[in-house]
């Protein structure tokens, strides 16, 4: 909460604006693979799918995007376009 709180008023803003990208388990897997070796890479894939279950449940977004098929460069443009909607 601190940290947010301090990015924020770096920004200089008062508003918040939550996006949580998601993606499927076989592309979570994939990209973990190719990320993570060694004995760390089963971890991670495991905690990667507690987490996208748990958040999928828990957290409430004001825009919820999946990262499966888009690019870095398109969903910046989408989470951009959103935000301008709001304010």
Do not use: W, Y
């Amino acid at each position: 909460e601190q940290e947010l709180d301090a990015l924020m008023k770096a920004l200089g803003t008062s508003d918040r604006f939550h996006c949580l990208l998601t993606a499927s388990s076989q592309t979570l897997n994939t990209r973990l693979s190719e990320r993570e070796h060694g004995a760390s890479r089963r971890h991670h894939i495991l905690r990667a799918n507690e987490l996208r279950q748990s958040l999928l449940k828990a957290f409430i977004a004001d825009l919820e995007l999946d990262t499966t098929d888009l690019c870095p460069d398109t969903l910046a443009e989408m989470v951009l376009s959103a935000q301008r909607e709001i304010d």
